[in-house]
């Protein structure tokens, strides 16, 4: 199975503190193995891997990077998500059937126009403006065709699902 990594970039430590967190809880829950970001903010960085010391897996976080580095030295395919790209209906056979690792890119505000070309593919989840957070998971979703729905992470608190009220195992 190739590995799907994120690459968030123009985060601001002030405003975007929470809404990174969370591409990075989404990423994690939704299949992707790690997350690199191109800032520094260990703030960030300390709120998933809590969430990975204590519901499992092997998801990993790394900051601090420059996109350009990550994009040039990225031994796989690159995606960008943007309203401006081609419709992930039209795309997303061609993406699945390459078998090379995914760079998954996502924006915060203004996107350098050099990422566009620098993409195998610019991906438009609708073509309206949303959010970072929805067009990852609905990329996220269309590619593993809800696979990553059934993953299992073997953390110390597992949720039992249920139809009311809440079931938590928590292991010593
Ligand atoms: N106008 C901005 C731009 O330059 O693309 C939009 C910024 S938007 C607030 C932040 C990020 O959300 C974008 O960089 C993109 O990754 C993602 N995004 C927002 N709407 C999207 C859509 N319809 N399809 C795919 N990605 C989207």
């Not at 969430?51 to 990550?70: H, L």
């Not at 030295?73 to 997303?92: C, F, K, N, Q, R």
Request: proline fraction near 3%; charge should be neutral.
């Amino acid at each position: 199975m190739k590995q799907i990594v994120i690459l968030r970039i123009g985060h601001r430590k002030e405003r975007d503190k929470r809404i990174t967190t969370h591409v990075g809880l989404a990423a994690r829950a939704l299949g992707a193995s790690g997350m690199i970001l191109a800032a520094e903010d260990p703030e960030v960085e300390e709120r998933i891997m809590d969430v990975v010391s204590r519901f499992g897996g092997d998801f990993w976080v790394r900051s601090g990077c420059r996109w350009q580095d990550v994009v040039r030295s990225w031994d796989g395919a690159v995606v960008h998500l943007t309203m401006y790209g081609e419709s992930i209906l039209d795309v997303e056979k061609e993406i699945r059937s390459d078998p090379r690792d995914l760079l998954v890119v996502i924006g915060a505000e203004k996107v350098p126009s050099e990422l566009y070309r620098m993409a195998d593919w610019n991906v438009a989840i609708t073509n309206q403006p949303h959010s970072e957070l929805a067009a990852l998971a609905v990329f996220l979703d269309r590619i593993q065709q809800g696979r990553e729905l059934m993953r299992t992470f073997d953390g110390k608190i597992r949720i039992i699902p249920t139809k009311m009220g809440k079931r938590v195992v928590i292991d010593e």
